[in-house]
């Protein structure tokens, strides 16, 4: 065992002492040759830059948000490859008093009429050529369009007359190849053909007579729930509808996936959807219009829109309108740099190195961009938050290399190459700790299954390691530069001008926030009530955490990115208040199966989810008509028992029959429908439902699992056998799914990662485990005062969590490291010693986050409120784990300090201490050489 622990302290002894030579070789290098370095450095950017000819920033939201493996990413891929086309519906909701009134239908009528007519500002695309449309049955039949008041089946409407029927059939596709397509829309008006004239001349009782008796569009011919437009509905005792307080109509644009093309209909925040070019240009007049048309009402009414756009370009929007808030809180934080670098005289102040200290951060983030780029990653959204990671990592380090210059004495007595080499040899082991902490944690956070996380994980690993490289190399080249300056009395604002016999004054030369620190510690904090006072507070922030904590909700709302004070949000709020029912679509899909064969089962799994009315509503299958349809065709029909020949005939003829028409929509075939023939192979069919209003996962995961579920537990046996459920909203689910396991995988990685670094690179395992716990006390307390602060467990808190660890790493660290090296006095007087020497370095490295960051939390954006709240909790704790709680554990029960063991010295260090003798290392007083040849 002695055996064991010495070989240990010899490997832990040269890997320190190999530490130490290399970063006093190269601060003395850097500090021979400033402007080599620095030139150095730009053209190693130079050369990074070309990597961004293969630059490529996602915009789809399937390659961002949803795991690659998931059902959700291959059936979006299968549904856009083999159905092609779909639906996104713009959405006008008017609410009133009584919206079944001639006024406010009137109102109506005339802005439907004006939708219509809405095109692009160059006219090039119009409501005619991006609408989905679809056969205008106007038969005779269609002024028969009213049915019993009492009778919600309109079945026995078309047992009456379907022209499709009781026509030729030859004669019936003659008159509908005569006929006209038409633009879908629902729309309540639809009933009185969008006439204002007409409705202004009916009564109350007119409309209230019609509303509860039309179930066929005069205007399409399709059947039509006009009741399903309208919201916060009173009835009578018989169920008939007597008034509303709102209604909604719908206007329907047609996609051709084949068409769309992420890069023009997706945003920088990846949170578009699928649409092509002609479509978005159309959304965005009709948005126009419509912010026009909805003041345009009277006092009485008001109207509300949506467009399928509209949650893309206000989420997106919302991401990025508060930059004006980051520039100001940046812009302070420079200020800030600048005067903690300082000191406040008119040579010593550094107006320009903390420019340059931050310059090391763009060059880092502009190279890793490159170099990411090169190797083919992708730039994500959150990708943005990087540059402000890569600053309080990067600030945190110039902060600590200040701090060990400030320690050096008599530096008018020593070469400025020496001591530039003498400050890297303490700052650089410290900083190196915590940058390749943070790099390895990223590294393995990169093997998350969610897309956009793992690429800013890559992004991050490459630019923290080159802030370390720029901060040591070009930084340093920088500060000799301005040290040089210095040392020749020029002017800290006009370089060219230098002071005659300048006296610096005597105010300027204190260290007065090391004194501050050393005072505040050697008679508050590290005294013996100071110490169970700073324990007893570690204690129960822990546990009032710890327990926060467990109650954690996982839980997102795409919605929580729009802002209360935009269009949509309004909308959101009334649509949800008069129109519960009106959940997430989903759809039911099935590939190429023998459909005569498999009819009933498709059926049976319709009624099926039909029954489930606690999870979905307004399932609309089109197999229900379909047999009655059959039934009118043949009263010997058996569901159960088709022909591949019957199929092909009654299903052709269904799909162009006045109940069945709406359908084709849900069917793909080989080759084109045409009426009168038999439908060619079907290759895709499907039926659409609604999902409830859920409050949370906890309700709509089990939905989603029990409509899989049935789709599931088919018995289809022909054909591919596919079968699927789908809704768009299942993006946003299936990272619910995941994204819990995967916050605690990556917390739990990244903890390891802490560990294995500093066991490695700071070769104490006391020290090691008191960083740990530092670490892990600060995640449970940044975790716990999340759930009070209402924060929940989300893709922005993941991302958050994962820069949280690569912040927090630095405060314990720096503080072990430096009381590791402390070698004079007792425990206390080292504790003391490390706080006076790197506390204040630490502390303002905090402090610079928080101030960048301080102007988001004026922000309405979700993602930067969640930001601002996580960081603020991270600094918070942070800084009072690792300046505050660990010095105190140190003055109890710290290791011992190193003990090095003198290596030969063949190299530049080596010839540097020769010549200079024992001043080589004068004035490093953290740092105790001991010749030990055991």
């Known amino acids: 065992m002695a055996l064991l622990i010495n070989s240990c302290n010899h490997l832990a002894s040269y890997i320190l002492e190999s530490s130490d030579r290399f970063f006093y070789d190269l601060g003395v290098s850097i500090a021979k040759h400033p402007w080599k370095t620095i030139l150095y450095c730009w053209i190693f950017v130079a050369l990074s830059v070309v990597g961004l000819v293969r630059f490529r920033q996602e915009k789809n939201p399937l390659n961002l948000w949803v795991p690659p493996d998931s059902n959700f990413h291959s059936d979006t891929l299968w549904l856009m490859e083999n159905f092609k086309t779909a639906i996104r519906p713009q959405t006008v909701l008017v609410t009133a008093e009584n919206v079944l009134t001639p006024n406010v239908l009137r109102q109506v009528a005339e802005l439907s009429q004006k939708i219509k007519k809405v095109q692009t500002s160059n006219g090039m695309v119009k409501w005619d050529d991006v609408c989905f449309k679809a056969p205008m049955l106007e038969l005779s039949f269609a002024e028969r369009s009213k049915i019993d008041p009492n009778d919600d089946n309109i079945t026995n409407f078309f047992d009456e007359f379907d022209p499709s029927v009781d026509l030729n059939i030859h004669l019936y596709c003659a008159i509908l190849d005569n006929m006209k397509l038409g633009c879908i829309e629902w729309n309540i008006v639809d009933i009185w053909k969008y006439d204002p004239e007409k409705i202004s001349e009916l009564t109350n009782e007119d409309i209230i007579d019609d509303i509860n008796s039309v179930a066929i569009s005069p205007v399409s011919g399709h059947p039509m729930n006009y009741s399903s437009l309208l919201g916060g509905v009173k009835r009578n005792s018989t169920g008939h509808i007597i008034s509303a307080e709102s209604l909604v109509a719908l206007w329907m644009v047609n996609v051709n996936f084949e068409d769309v093309d992420m890069n023009v209909a997706g945003n920088d925040a990846g949170t578009a959807d699928w649409a092509s070019e002609s479509s978005l240009k159309w959304e965005k007049a009709f948005l126009n219009t419509m912010e026009k048309l909805s003041k345009n009402v009277t006092d009485d009414v008001k109207v509300f829109y949506e467009a399928s756009r509209s949650f893309g370009d206000v989420s997106g929007a919302t991401m990025f309108q508060d930059i004006d808030k980051l520039a100001i809180g940046i812009t302070l934080m420079v200020i800030y740099v600048q005067l903690v670098l300082s000191n406040y005289n008119w040579i010593e102040f550094r107006a320009i190195l903390g420019g340059f200290g931050l310059l090391c951060v763009g060059m880092a983030f502009i190279s890793a961009c490159g170099i990411c780029s090169l190797i083919g990653i992708s730039y994500g959204p959150v990708h943005t938050s990087l540059p402000f990671l890569l600053m309080g990592l990067g600030i945190d380090d110039m902060f600590v290399m200040m701090a060990s210059w400030n320690q050096l004495d008599q530096l008018d007595k020593v070469d400025l190459n020496i001591c530039i080499g003498k400050m890297l040899r303490h700052a650089g082991p410290s900083i190196t700790l915590t940058t390749f902490t943070d790099v390895l944690a990223f590294i393995i956070g990169a093997s998350t299954i969610l897309p956009c996380l793992q690429s800013f994980c890559f992004y991050a690993a490459v630019g923290v390691f080159l802030t370390f490289v720029f901060a040591v190399t070009f930084f340093t080249a920088c500060f000799t530069l301005d040290q040089k300056r210095i ?64 109650e954690l909700e996982q839980r997102f709302d795409p919605y929580w990115f729009i802002p209360a004070n935009t269009y949509l949000h309004a909308y959101l709020k009334e649509r949800n208040e008069y129109f519960p029912q009106m959940g997430y679509e989903g759809i039911v899909f099935f590939g190429k199966l023998n459909y005569s064969h498999e009819f009933m089962n498709i059926h049976n799994m319709a009624l099926k989810l039909k029954e489930r009315t606690d999870i979905v509503n307004n399932v609309d299958t089109w197999t229900v008509p379909f047999i009655e349809y059959a039934k009118a065709l043949n009263a010997d029909f058996k569901p159960y028992n088709m022909s591949d020949e019957i199929w092909s005939e009654y299903i052709g003829k269904f799909l162009y029959s006045p109940r069945g028409a709406r359908y084709q929509r849900n069917f793909r075939f080989e080759t084109d429908l045409l009426c009168g023939l038999p439908a060619p192979p079907t290759t895709v069919a499907g039926f659409e439902f609604r999902f409830n209003i859920f409050k949370g996962p906890e309700e709509t995961l089990p939905a989603k699992q029990a409509v899989e579920n049935i789709v599931r537990n088919n018995s289809i046996t022909t054909g591919d056998r596919f079968a699927t459920v789908w809704a768009k909203i299942f993006g946003s689910w299936v990272t619910d799914e995941v994204i819990e396991v995967e916050v605690i995988r990556n917390l739990m990685l990244a903890l390891a990662c ?52 690569g912040l927090c790493v630095d405060y314990a660290t720096h503080i072990g490291h430096t009381f590791l090296t402390n070698t004079t006095g007792n425990r206390k007087s080292r504790a003391i010693a490390t706080v006076s020497y790197v506390g204040s370095a630490v502390f303002y490295g905090g402090g610079s986050t928080l101030l960048a960051l301080s102007m988001l ?35 109890i029960i710290g290791p011992p300090p190193y003990q090095y063991l003198r290596m030969p010295q063949s190299n530049e260090a080596q010839k540097e201490m020769d010549n200079e003798g024992s001043d080589a290392f004068e004035g490093v007083p953290t740092i105790e050489l001991k010749e030990n040849f055991a």
């Not at 005072?519 to 009530?529: C, D, M, Q």
């Not at 409120?865 to 140190?890: A, D, T, Y």
Request: proline share 3%; charged share 10%; glycine share 4%.
């Open 487 to 550: 040392k020749n009395d020029y002017n800290a604002f006009i370089f060219c001008y230098k002071h005659p016999d300048y006296k610096y004054p005597a105010w300027s030369q204190r260290n007065y926030s090391s004194s501050i620190f050393e005072a505040v510690y050697s008679k508050f904090i590290l005294t013996r009530p100071g110490k169970v006072l700073v324990i007893l507070i570690t204690l129960i922030t822990f546990g009032v955490s710890l327990q926060s904590a467990m």
């Open 857 to 891: 939390s004026q922000s309405e954006a979700y993602v930067f409120q969640s930001f601002f709240k996580i960081f603020f909790l991270v600094v918070v704790f942070g800084l009072f784990h690792g300046v505050v709680f660990l010095p105190v554990v140190l003055s």
């Open 754 to 805: 802490v560990m294995f670094c500093t066991v490695i690179l700071v070769t104490n395992l006391q020290m090691c485990v008191w960083i740990f716990v530092c670490v892990l006390l600060t995640m449970i307390n940044v975790c716990g005062y999340m759930q009070r602060w209402g924060l929940t467990i989300d893709l922005v808190a993941c991302i958050g969590l994962e820069l949280a660890i």
